[in-house]
Structure formats: structure tokens, C-alpha cells
């Protein structure tokens, strides 16, 4: 029969082998996963700078098209919910 000293120094090691353990697997994906991340920004930016003028006025046409479309698109929705209240009065 183990004292209940020793049992608790047991737990405690145990506990101790484990935090460190699951800290370090925890930190390492954190890193690969800022690794790809970093990469993946790479990528975008060599991407970025080898677009010819033509297709960065294409890029810049259609973002001009999305912020129009999304501007649009918020005015849609206020005057839906008005017009929506308007026939359920």
C-alpha cells in the first residue's frame, strides 16, 4: 500500500509530463501554422508583383465592381426590411 504522500507526488508528475508534453505539441503546430501562413503571403506577393498592367486594371475594375455591388447590395437590404414593414403594417 503506497502512502498518500507518494500518490500525490505520482499525480503530480504525471500532470507536470503532461502539460509540458501537450505545450509543446501545441507550440508546434502554432508554428507550422505560421510557417504556411508566412508562405502563403509569400506566394500572394510574388503572384502580386508578376500581374501585367492589363490584368491589374482588370483586378482594379472588378474590386471597383465588388465595392459598387456590395454598396448596392447594403441599400437593398435597408429598403427590403422597410418595404417588408411597410406591407405587414
Not at 505539441?25 to 508583383?49: F, I, K
Not at 490584368?55 to 418595404?83: A, P, S
Amino acid at each position: 500500500m503506497r502512502s498518500p504522500l507518494s500518490f500525490v507526488y505520482q499525480e503530480v508528475t504525471t500532470f507536470v509530463y503532461r502539460a509540458v508534453s501537450d505545450t509543446l505539441l501545441t507550440v508546434d503546430q502554432m508554428e507550422a501554422a505560421r510557417t504556411h501562413y508566412h508562405g502563403a503571403l509569400l506566394r500572394m506577393a510574388d503572384v502580386s508583383q508578376k500581374l501585367d498592367p492589363d490584368q491589374q486594371k482588370q483586378v482594379h475594375k472588378f474590386r471597383t465592381v465588388r465595392k459598387q455591388t456590395d454598396k448596392e447590395n447594403e441599400r437593398k437590404k435597408l429598403f427590403g426590411n422597410t418595404q417588408q414593414d411597410n406591407i405587414t403594417v
